[in-house]
């Protein structure tokens, strides 16, 4: 048996489905940052722990859920509200966790946008690491997201689990990567200025995480991003097989990096500014 713990912020619409899915641990923790809908009350429904924490990153609210909050058996799985567990995935978990091989094990999400699989323009199978040994692994944060950090072998896992992004509308969806957007504008100048392609990777990674990450920091040094994005999901990746969702989903891709370009440019100007000011001031 493994532990299963849900990161929740204003999941109403999301969390009894995701809570459901989960129940077949003996064990489930749901973590809130301090939600100001009914998340609580939904919570508060079922027989799990609930504890709270303040928001303050991705990566630094995982490293604190998992050194603050001691799960019941050794293993724990990480679930957001908009995503499920499944029968299969559980089991396959409980399988794998007999083993002492790997202190963590990715899972590939498969992408649920206006009633359709995304499978061809997310670049199916993209894998998330989930499950986890305690102690092993901790989180740091990049750009918006986190990346883990593993003390040991990771491995990867044949069941995948369903991820309803947008469930809560394309409102919720626009503002979210509005702040999004921000950190990973931040993460680009940095790249920029400091990161280099690690082209070896890009081509030659041993596995689809290290492949992608490799081409997500080849993707902060590319012209015309947002058009360059679209026509690779859309046309070569094949999101035009998934009819209006798919080209809704690769639009609302486009756009995210639209804004990503949008904020970079201010930062640039910014910090463009602010020498010409101190040289000025200088003189």
């Not at 919720?172 to 920029?192: C, F, G, M, P």
């Amino acid at each position: 048996m493994f532990s299963i713990y849900i990161l929740t912020y204003n999941e109403e619409i999301d969390l009894a489905g995701c809570i459901e899915s989960a129940l077949l641990s003996d064990d489930v923790v749901v973590v809130d940052s301090y939600s100001r809908d009914r998340t609580l009350e939904i919570a508060s429904r079922y027989p799990i722990r609930v504890v709270q924490h303040a928001f303050e990153s991705h990566g630094r609210q995982r490293t604190w859920m998992l050194e603050q909050v001691p799960p019941q058996h050794e293993w724990i799985y990480i679930l957001e509200a908009d995503e499920r567990m499944t029968p299969e995935l559980f089991q396959e978990c409980v399988q794998v966790i007999q083993s002492d091989q790997s202190v963590g094990y990715y899972v590939a999400e498969r992408v649920m946008f206006m009633g359709t699989w995304i499978r061809h323009s997310t670049q199916y199978p993209r894998y998330q690491l989930r499950l986890l040994r305690h102690g092993k692994v901790y989180f740091d944060d990049y750009g918006h997201a986190e990346r883990e950090v593993c003390d040991g072998a990771t491995g990867f896992l044949q069941a995948t689990y369903p991820h309803y992004t947008c469930s809560k509308g394309f409102e919720r969806w626009i503002e979210k990567h509005n702040r999004y957007s921000t950190d990973e504008a931040i993460e680009t100048v940095r790249q920029l200025s400091q990161g280099s392609v690690p082209w070896r990777s890009l081509w030659l990674g041993k596995s689809e995480v290290e492949r992608r990450r490799a081409l997500k920091d080849l993707s902060h040094r590319l012209p015309l991003r947002p058009l360059v994005r679209f026509l690779y999901m859309y046309l070569i990746l094949g999101g035009w097989l998934e009819g209006r969702a798919g080209f809704t989903w690769c639009t609302l891709q486009a756009f995210y990096e639209y804004l990503i370009l949008l904020k970079v440019w201010e930062i640039q100007q910014g910090e463009s500014g602010h020498t010409s000011g101190h040289t000025s001031g200088s003189t």
